[in-house]
């Protein structure tokens, strides 16, 4: 009997700890790439068309196929963010009930792999905008790089800085698609972006916080020195400040519309203030995660969405 105790003890201490690694192979290795991407992400990366949409210079071919190229080096250099990040995590994410399924947690995509991808695609976006683009494009590009992965590595530890920095990859993604175009950039459309994208990641962190609430070592640190009230000032003085600046793009420079037609300008705020009261709910429910997914999910959000972008293109038509 003691014989076969002592045989059970080696064999366990002879199983590896730790989540089981799954077998690489070069599809799955693919496969794992692409996942670390984040594809379902790269919708906020069409914050480029943004401006260029807002200053009724979005239907030209020069224009689609420079926001378009804009739109695939933000997309690498976003991916390669990713890739590192990941790298980087990899040991936390195992311990992570939900991130353990990443590609690189769960084994699937190489620790170095992940790495060299990251790092290729972090040197291949900004030099490809350097030689294709506006200087400014890759210096927007380059900046984007040095922020996010020095969030990575630490600024996403700190209070306040954390929020600023994800909202200020939002703004990047708004601000690269006029600089591509050399459209000059509205006060009111920056400071309504700027406010918008702080509402949405306050609005994440809240719901983060609230469900995790009491869960310690169960997500990132920082959410645990946040309270709860603090991010919800945070997201309602956001929301505020993006309702304010809206209307107040939409009422600069009032003038009476041609005959035969509505004031769209002035009454996309109907719209806009309703979107931001819709997203609220869940905000306040503490169910508002990934901006796409609350937005894909609620079938009136959407449609309140879809009639904010008819009015507001219709508001563009007819400057």
């Known amino acids: 009997m003691a014989e076969t105790n002592l045989r059970e003890q080696r064999a366990h201490s002879a199983r590896p700890h730790g989540p089981a690694r799954a077998r690489v192979t070069p599809g799955g290795l693919l496969l794992g790439l692409l996942r670390t991407t984040r594809p379902k992400q790269w919708v906020k990366n069409t914050l480029v068309i943004a401006a260029p949409a807002a200053a009724g210079r979005l239907f030209s071919v020069h224009a689609l196929a420079t926001l378009g190229l804009t739109f695939a080096l933000f997309t690498a250099c976003a991916a390669a963010v990713y890739l590192i990040n990941d790298a980087r995590d990899a040991d936390a994410d195992r311990a992570h009930p939900t991130k353990c399924r990443r590609p690189v947690a769960a084994g699937v995509l190489p620790v170095p792999v992940a790495y060299a991808a990251g790092g290729v695609l972090a040197v291949l976006g900004p030099a490809l905008a350097a030689w294709l683009t506006p200087p400014l494009v890759a210096a927007l590009l380059i900046a984007y790089l040095g922020m996010q992965l020095a969030y990575c590595v630490s600024l996403k530890h700190v209070l306040v800085v954390d929020l600023v920095v994800v909202t200020t990859g939002f703004l990047m993604r708004a601000v690269i698609g006029g600089v591509a175009l050399g459209i000059p950039l509205s006060r009111w459309f920056l400071i309504t972006t700027g406010f918008g994208a702080l509402f949405m990641v306050a609005a994440k962190r809240y719901s983060e916080a609230v469900q995790l609430a009491g869960k310690a070592g169960a997500t990132r640190a920082l959410l645990t020195e946040y309270t709860t009230g603090y991010l919800r000032f945070v997201w309602q003085l956001a929301a505020g400040v993006a309702v304010l600046a809206y209307c107040l793009w939409a009422l600069e420079g009032h003038r009476t519309p ?20 819709r997203y609220a709910v869940f905000a306040d429910r503490g169910t508002a995660g990934e901006p796409e997914d609350v937005v894909l999910r609620d079938r009136a959000l959407a449609l309140i969405g879809l009639a904010w972008l008819a009015m507001y ?6 400057w």
Do not use: E, K, N
Not at 259 to 276: E, K
Not at 313 to 318: D, K, S
């Open 258 to 277: 041609a005959p035969g037609l509505l004031p769209w300008r002035q009454l996309s705020m109907v719209a806009f203030i309703l979107a931001i009261l």
């Open 313 to 318: 293109g219709l508001a563009v038509a007819h």
